[in-house]
């Protein structure tokens, strides 16, 4: 008999480039598509009616699509461990198909309903689709652990084979005699409900600037690569004033519920690449987008913490503060600072910001200017974004408040120029902030500043009409700079002047000793900074692992030992009756005990640190040399080896530690 | 699994067997030498549990040189999400080990009550003697919303009693000219290293005070405004040591600031005096405020523009700056730094350290740059929208020419495309 299959849609809302709903009907008797109203998904708690009415807007028009095919979308209230084995019996199921879901929550869904489909005696096919490799692979050939770096993931990807071709849209002909029954009360039973029906109240809602469905994605691609074609320059545009608007050719919210297959832009735009540049093969950043979305990946599929900084292994540490009324100013558009407010009001308003403006909140919420967590910001955005994937969001939000990936920290966008910069005329702001219109384009950016009789002009006084700025920004940076410092000092246990030399790079940087020495911070005596293994860093030169040679190196030292001061003299004075080595490792065990940034990949290095070098992730395959190579892929697995045990005794003392102590100390 | 570690301890000391006596006799019998060592690297919450192992574990645990260093850290609940250091271990620690401390820290979250329990802390450690001290505010600067009074008593308890103070960071606090004052009395033969950017209740003759007293500042951190022609040549009188580092924040209060200049002379001496120090300087400030700064030689070897910063301003940094070691320009306008890198490649021959943020620079201008910079360009960190491709290089293929003047591979920065 032929099989019955259910086909289960969770994302890849799409007919194009499905090979497990072409799985689904391959010689089968009959066949369903599902949709769950699931609040696994996304977190359907928290997700904004710009997002319910994107997805309600999808579902509507793969259920058009499949009534062209003869069938349904069968939209089904309740959870899917729930009503599965109901299903299952009710419609005789033998063989359910879907999606691979790379994140960790969907594959611990879909083990359970795995397991569920089992018992019931039903086959399961799992295609990927939503990514355009299988990570796991990209994670095998780094030794097992996720790349941390996006160069190191670009080397990767580089020695797989490129990615599938996306399948055939489903047509009549492959469906064959495979029917869908639908039953007389479909509609009520399983039909795509209004955003009434969920409970959203629509009146005054404005129309959706970013429109779901497959189809709506397919004209957009299209379009997208219409106007590249046209431009013929496939470098990443230039910001202007004009991109930070809702583009009809953006396609991220698309990619995201997979309305658009990632595998059919990716060889849409290989193909036009090489239309236009006859018979050059095209460049890696051709595919920016598709590649960071597929890094980020990557790093979340096997850490359910990513999207935390408590227990998350690539997570650093950062004594961020809690605020919930600044934080609730930045989040409701009433900073202060216009670039800001403009920002967030059109990401409540439309749902979806550019990637640079992107960057401009999140800066100033994290490291830039409020000093609040990223964690919190990446709520936000999981509501009023239509696009925010969660690995991407969290991978993004780390990445933009400095909490992992290795960043330059120094790169604070100004809540100011950085929108001046971008649009000197201000017109963005005014399209989203009304109430400044009147400003001049001199003011609108800073309007705290304009005099009382332009902002009388204006009809907008600061203070009463638009907020004034909430926080003084080069004071609030110069502090959080500061922080920063420290904490990446600490990190890399460098303990210089240097700013940039403070982050541990990804770019070959040999701080070479230079700067590598700062006597009075330094002292193991106090456990702030980098209390560990500061002695260690003080007599090694602090240079990084891909010593170009190793004689380079010490030349450099030798020479930032002459320019600067003479390190043994600073050494003799230092700090009389400083502990000895040994008493620093204990201070920085204290130390982390006590609870302090920490960042895994740089823990190790305490114990390679003795010998004075620094091992860090470095690029130096990417001029393809192999010994170098090896050696980043052993540096590669050491760090993220303790990602996976992230030194039992540290992690595991944080929490309970209060509570033990106590209790210790008592009978002591 | 403690408890099971005791009970086999217990269950083996009562055995029978001379074997296991002796093995347990052996234990017992470690020199505190050796078990000083070993306690040092352990976490303080292990060290604590095997202190319960018998009494002679249990005295080494006690031991002064397990409690030298500490760091107090003062977190609410309600303002952080880091854990704070256990209420009854500060009390064991005032207790118990006070004495001992010789490098402590505080560090605090923005909460006003955790910078008054270190105040409070910090009024308690009356017989101790610490070498250094950090009071270091992790969110916000939280000490400077402590009542002055509360602070400069409890700061001062430290100073009279600390006759060796050899550091001491206390940026962003309410510290006063009288406090120093006391420091200086009680602490100016130690007193290496001083740090305290926006300290605003100091004034420049408060600082003076203490460069004039203190022979033996080496390391020196604070804000423009009390920056002073007599500081820096009291920094560089006779007596006084070698000056290390010294680092200055300019901060702009309001725009159009209006800041004192520095007399190239006074620099002069500086560099005289201590040929080898580093001066760090963290501009903050608007575009039309550095009128007074880089029109004569500065000596500075560290410089940070935090934030946007005229491309008239840095190609007076390239001709006033020739001890310039590091360079990060956070933001400029949109016109390109072509000439003036080049003219700071040429005219700064320490330059090995570069960030640039948002600013432009021509491909070809920067691959010349690196080129004349070369191998001693060891930081090198270059947001990739800085880069204009131009005729002669792309994106692609300025990695590869950088890389190859470098001589290491080399990529810019990247930002995350969301």
Same mark, same amino acid.
């Given at each position: 008999?032929?099989?019955?299959?259910?086909?289960?849609?969770?994302?890849?809302?799409?007919?194009?480039?499905?090979?497990?709903?072409?799985?689904?009907?391959?010689?089968?008797?009959?066949?369903?598509?599902?949709?769950?109203?699931?609040?696994?998904?996304?977190?359907? /708690?928290?997700?904004?009616?710009?997002?319910?009415?994107?997805?309600?807007?999808?579902?509507?028009?793969?259920?058009?699509?499949?009534?062209?095919?003869?069938?349904?979308?069968?939209?089904?209230?309740?959870?899917?461990?729930?009503?599965?084995?109901?299903?299952?019996?009710?419609?005789?199921?033998?063989?359910?198909?879907?999606?691979?879901?790379?994140?960790?929550?969907?594959?611990?869904?879909?083990?359970?309903?795995?397991?569920?489909?089992? %018992?019931?005696?039903?086959?399961?096919?799992?295609?990927?689709?939503?990514?355009?490799?299988?990570?796991?692979?990209?994670?095998?050939?780094?030794?097992?652990?996720?790349?941390?770096?996006?160069?190191?993931? !670009?080397?990767?990807?580089?020695?797989?084979?490129?990615?599938?071709? *996306?399948?055939?849209?489903?047509?009549?002909? !492959?469906?064959?005699?495979?029917?869908?029954?639908?039953?007389?009360?479909?509609?009520?039973?399983?039909?795509?409900?209004?955003?009434?029906?969920?409970?959203?109240?629509?009146?005054?809602?404005?129309?959706?600037?970013?429109?779901?469905? %497959?189809?709506?994605?397919?004209?957009?691609?299209?379009?997208? +690569?219409?106007?590249?074609?046209?431009?013929?320059?496939?470098?990443?545009?230039?910001?202007?004033?004009?991109?930070?608007?809702?583009?009809?050719?953006?396609?991220?919210?698309?990619?995201?519920?997979?309305? +658009?297959?990632?595998?059919?832009?990716?060889?849409?735009?290989?193909?036009?690449?090489?239309?236009?540049?006859?018979?050059?093969?095209?460049?890696?950043?051709?595919?920016?987008?598709?590649?960071?979305?597929?890094?980020?990946?990557?790093?979340?599929?096997?850490?359910?913490?990513?999207?935390?900084?408590?227990?998350?292994?690539?997570?650093?540490?950062?004594?961020?503060?809690?605020? *919930?009324?600044?934080?609730?100013?930045?989040?409701?558009?009433?900073?202060?600072?216009?670039?800001?407010?403009?920002? $967030?009001?059109?990401?409540?308003?439309?749902?979806?910001?550019?990637?640079?403006?992107?960057?401009?909140?999140?800066?100033?919420?994290?490291?830039?200017?409020?000093?609040?967590?990223?964690?919190?910001?990446?709520?936000?955005?999981?509501?009023?974004?239509?696009?925010?994937?969660? /690995?991407?969001?969290?991978?993004?939000?780390?990445?933009? /408040?400095?909490?992992?990936?290795?960043?330059?920290?120094?790169?604070?966008?100004? *809540?100011?120029?950085?929108?001046?910069?971008?649009?000197?005329?201000?017109?963005?702001?005014?399209?989203?902030?009304?109430?400044?219109?009147?400003?001049?384009?001199?003011?609108?950016?800073?309007?705290?500043?304009?005099?009382?009789?332009?902002?009388?002009?204006?009809?907008?006084?600061?203070?009463?009409?638009?907020?004034?700025? $909430?926080?003084?920004?080069?004071?609030?940076?110069?502090?959080?700079?500061?922080?920063?410092?420290?904490?990446? !000092?600490?990190?890399?246990?460098?303990?210089? +002047?240097?700013?940039?030399?403070?982050?541990?790079?990804?770019?070959?940087?040999?701080?070479?000793?230079? $700067?590598?020495?700062?006597?009075?911070?330094?002292?193991?005596?106090?456990?702030?900074?980098?209390?560990?293994?500061?002695?260690?860093?003080?007599?090694?030169?602090?240079?990084?692992?891909?010593?170009?040679?190793?004689?380079?190196?010490?030349?450099?030292?030798?020479?930032?030992?002459?320019?600067?001061?003479?390190?043994?003299?600073?050494?003799?004075?230092?700090?009389?009756?400083?502990?000895?080595? /040994?008493?620093?490792?204990?201070?920085?065990?204290?130390?982390?005990?006590?609870?302090?940034?920490?960042?895994?990949?740089?823990?190790?290095?305490?114990?390679?640190?003795?010998?004075?070098?620094?091992?860090?992730?470095?690029?130096?395959?990417?001029?393809?040399?192999?010994?170098?190579?090896?050696?980043?892929?052993?540096?590669?697995?050491?760090?993220?080896?303790?990602?996976?045990?992230?030194?039992?005794?540290?992690?595991?003392?944080?929490?309970?530690?209060?509570?033990?102590?106590?209790?210790?100390?008592?009978? +002591? | 699994?403690?408890?099971?570690?005791?009970?086999?301890?217990?269950?083996?000391?009562?055995?029978?067997?001379?074997?296991?006596?002796?093995?347990?006799?052996?234990?017992?019998?470690?020199?505190?030498?050796?078990?000083?060592?070993?306690?040092?690297?352990?976490?303080?919450?292990?060290?604590?549990? =095997?202190?319960?192992?018998?009494?002679?574990?249990?005295?080494?645990?006690?031991?002064?040189?397990?409690?030298?260093?500490?760091?107090?850290?003062?977190?609410?609940?309600?303002?952080?999400?880091?854990?704070?250091?256990?209420?009854?271990?500060?009390?064991?620690?005032?207790?118990?080990?006070?004495?001992?401390?010789?490098?402590?820290?505080?560090?605090?979250?923005?909460?006003?009550?955790?910078? &008054? =329990?270190?105040?409070?802390?910090?009024?308690?450690?009356?017989?101790?003697?610490?070498?250094?001290?950090?009071?270091?505010?992790?969110?916000?600067?939280?000490?400077?919303?402590?009542?002055?009074?509360?602070?400069?008593?409890?700061?001062?308890?430290?100073?009279?009693?600390?006759?060796?103070?050899?550091?001491?960071?206390?940026?962003?606090?309410?510290?006063?000219?009288?406090?120093?004052?006391?420091?200086?009395?009680?602490?100016?033969?130690?007193?290496?290293?001083?740090?305290?950017?926006?300290?605003?209740?100091?004034?420049?003759?408060?600082?003076?005070?203490?460069?004039?007293?203190?022979?033996?500042?080496?390391?020196?951190?604070?804000?423009?405004?009390?920056?002073?022609?007599?500081?820096?040549?009291?920094?560089?009188? &006779?007596?006084?040591?070698?000056?290390?580092?010294?680092?200055?924040?300019?901060?702009?209060?309001?725009?159009?600031?209006?800041?004192?200049?520095?007399?190239?002379?006074?620099?002069?001496?500086?560099?005289?005096?201590?040929?080898?120090?580093?001066?760090?300087?963290?501009?903050?400030?608007?575009?039309?405020?550095?009128?007074?700064?880089?029109?004569?030689?500065?000596?500075?070897?560290?410089?940070?523009?935090?934030?946007?910063?005229?491309?008239?301003?840095?190609?007076?940094?390239?001709?006033?700056?020739?001890?310039?070691?590091?360079?990060?320009?956070?933001?400029?306008?949109?016109?390109?730094?072509?000439?003036?890198?080049?003219?700071?490649?040429?005219?700064?021959?320490?330059?090995?350290?570069?960030?640039?943020?948002?600013?432009?620079?021509?491909?070809?201008?920067?691959?010349?740059?690196?080129?004349?910079?070369?191998?001693?360009?060891?930081?090198?960190?270059?947001?990739?929208?800085?880069?204009?491709?131009?005729?002669?290089?792309?994106?692609?293929?300025?990695?590869?020419?950088?890389?190859?003047?470098?001589?290491?591979?080399?990529?810019?920065?990247?930002?995350?495309?969301?």
């Amino acid at each position: 008999m032929a099989p019955n299959s259910i086909h289960w849609f969770r994302k890849g809302l799409r007919l194009h480039d499905n090979p497990a709903l072409e799985e689904a009907v391959l010689g089968a008797g009959t066949v369903r598509c599902v949709y769950f109203l699931d609040p696994w998904f996304a977190g359907s /708690s928290n997700v904004g009616v710009n997002r319910w009415r994107f997805l309600l807007q999808c579902l509507e028009d793969l259920d058009a699509s499949l009534r062209k095919l003869n069938s349904r979308l069968f939209v089904i209230r309740g959870q899917p461990a729930n009503v599965f084995p109901r299903l299952f019996k009710e419609w005789k199921i033998s063989r359910l198909t879907f999606e691979y879901d790379s994140e960790p929550f969907g594959k611990e869904r879909d083990a359970a309903i795995k397991k569920l489909a089992m %018992e019931a005696g039903v086959e399961v096919i799992v295609k990927i689709s939503h990514t355009l490799y299988d990570l796991d692979k990209i994670i095998e050939l780094n030794g097992g652990q996720p790349p941390l770096t996006y160069k190191r993931f !670009q080397t990767l990807i580089s020695r797989l084979d490129p990615p599938e071709l *996306p399948v055939e849209t489903l047509t009549d002909s !492959q469906i064959g005699r495979c029917i869908t029954p639908v039953s007389e009360d479909h509609e009520d039973k399983y039909g795509v409900p209004s955003l009434e029906e969920l409970g959203f109240d629509t009146e005054g809602l404005p129309s959706a600037v970013w429109p779901g469905g %497959e189809t709506e994605a397919l004209t957009r691609i299209e379009r997208h +690569l219409e106007r590249k074609a046209w431009v013929a320059n496939f470098e990443r545009p230039r910001m202007n004033a004009n991109s930070l608007l809702a583009s009809p050719t953006g396609l991220s919210p698309y990619l995201r519920f997979g309305c +658009l297959s990632c595998r059919l832009f990716y060889f849409k735009l290989t193909d036009l690449y090489r239309k236009v540049k006859k018979n050059s093969s095209p460049p890696l950043s051709l595919y920016g987008q598709l590649l960071w979305r597929e890094f980020f990946y990557t790093a979340a599929t096997n850490n359910p913490r990513f999207d935390k900084m408590e227990g998350n292994p690539i997570c650093v540490r950062i004594p961020w503060d809690k605020n *919930p009324e600044a934080f609730a100013k930045w989040a409701e558009a009433k900073t202060g600072f216009p670039w800001i407010d403009a920002i $967030m009001t059109q990401l409540r308003q439309e749902g979806w910001i550019h990637h640079l403006a992107r960057h401009a909140v999140a800066c100033f919420l994290t490291r830039g200017d409020l000093w609040i967590s990223w964690e919190e910001g990446m709520k936000v955005f999981e509501e009023l974004l239509l696009d925010a994937d969660w /690995s991407v969001n969290a991978g993004s939000w780390m990445w933009l /408040s400095c909490s992992s990936f290795f960043q330059q920290f120094f790169h604070c966008y100004c *809540p100011v120029g950085f929108g001046r910069r971008t649009d000197p005329n201000g017109d963005f702001i005014r399209r989203y902030l009304p109430i400044l219109r009147g400003l001049p384009a001199k003011f609108i950016y800073d309007p705290w500043n304009a005099p009382v009789s332009v902002q009388v002009a204006a009809k907008c006084i600061i203070g009463v009409h638009y907020p004034k700025p $909430m926080v003084h920004h080069a004071k609030a940076s110069r502090l959080n700079i500061e922080r920063m410092k420290q904490i990446y !000092q600490q990190l890399s246990r460098y303990r210089g +002047l240097g700013l940039l030399a403070s982050v541990p790079s990804t770019n070959g940087n040999g701080n070479a000793g230079m $700067m590598a020495y700062s006597p009075g911070e330094q002292q193991p005596g106090t456990n702030s900074g980098a209390s560990g293994n500061s002695v260690a860093t003080s007599n090694g030169s602090g240079s990084i692992l891909l010593n170009f040679d190793s004689e380079e190196q010490t030349g450099q030292s030798r020479h930032g030992q002459q320019q600067h001061s003479d390190q043994s003299h600073q050494l003799t004075w230092g700090y009389h009756s400083v502990p000895d080595t /040994s008493q620093t490792v204990t201070s920085s065990r204290l130390h982390h005990e006590f609870a302090v940034p920490q960042h895994p990949g740089l823990l190790l290095h305490s114990r390679s640190e003795i010998t004075g070098k620094r091992e860090r992730e470095s690029e130096r395959e990417g001029l393809g040399e192999e010994p170098s190579s090896c050696s980043l892929h052993k540096m590669q697995r050491q760090s993220t080896e303790v990602s996976i045990n992230p030194h039992p005794s540290l992690s595991a003392t944080i929490t309970p530690e209060g509570y033990s102590i106590k209790q210790v100390m008592f009978k +002591l | 699994k403690d408890e099971k570690y005791l009970k086999h301890c217990e269950s083996s000391r009562t055995s029978t067997k001379r074997k296991h006596k002796a093995v347990d006799c052996e234990w017992a019998c470690l020199p505190q030498e050796l078990l000083l060592h070993i306690f040092q690297y352990l976490p303080l919450l292990d060290r604590a549990f =095997a202190s319960q192992v018998c009494r002679g574990w249990n005295q080494a645990f006690h031991m002064p040189e397990l409690w030298r260093c500490f760091e107090f850290e003062l977190n609410q609940p309600a303002s952080s999400y880091l854990k704070a250091t256990h209420p009854d271990l500060i009390k064991q620690i005032i207790k118990r080990h006070s004495n001992h401390l010789q490098y402590v820290s505080f560090k605090v979250d923005s909460s006003t009550e955790s910078a &008054e =329990a270190a105040c409070d802390i910090l009024s308690q450690l009356v017989n101790c003697s610490l070498k250094t001290l950090g009071l270091i505010s992790t969110a916000r600067p939280s000490f400077m919303e402590v009542p002055k009074s509360h602070f400069i008593s409890a700061l001062t308890v430290v100073f009279v009693n600390s006759k060796s103070l050899s550091s001491l960071k206390i940026d962003d606090t309410p510290v006063d000219d009288p406090s120093l004052k006391v420091l200086v009395a009680n602490n100016s033969d130690t007193l290496k290293l001083l740090k305290m950017s926006s300290c605003p209740h100091v004034s420049p003759a408060g600082i003076l005070c203490v460069a004039d007293q203190c022979h033996g500042l080496r390391e020196l951190a604070l804000n423009y405004h009390l920056l002073s022609d007599e500081l820096l040549l009291a920094l560089s009188s &006779e007596k006084h040591v070698h000056l290390e580092h010294l680092r200055i924040d300019v901060v702009s209060e309001n725009p159009g600031q209006h800041f004192h200049t520095i007399k190239k002379s006074s620099w002069d001496a500086m560099v005289r005096h201590s040929p080898k120090f580093n001066l760090v300087m963290y501009f903050f400030l608007y575009e039309d405020e550095f009128g007074p700064f880089f029109n004569d030689e500065i000596p500075v070897t560290h410089l940070y523009f935090g934030r946007s910063v005229s491309k008239e301003v840095l190609g007076r940094v390239g001709l006033h700056c020739p001890r310039l070691v590091e360079l990060v320009v956070c933001a400029n306008g949109l016109r390109p730094l072509d000439e003036e890198l080049i003219r700071i490649a040429k005219h700064c021959t320490q330059l090995s350290a570069i960030g640039l943020g948002e600013c432009e620079v021509s491909c070809s201008a920067f691959v010349e740059f690196v080129k004349m910079c070369g191998r001693r360009l060891s930081q090198l960190s270059i947001m990739e929208e800085v880069l204009i491709p131009d005729h002669k290089y792309s994106l692609d293929e300025i990695h590869w020419e950088v890389s190859k003047h470098l001589g290491r591979v080399w990529f810019p920065d990247m930002m995350p495309t969301w």
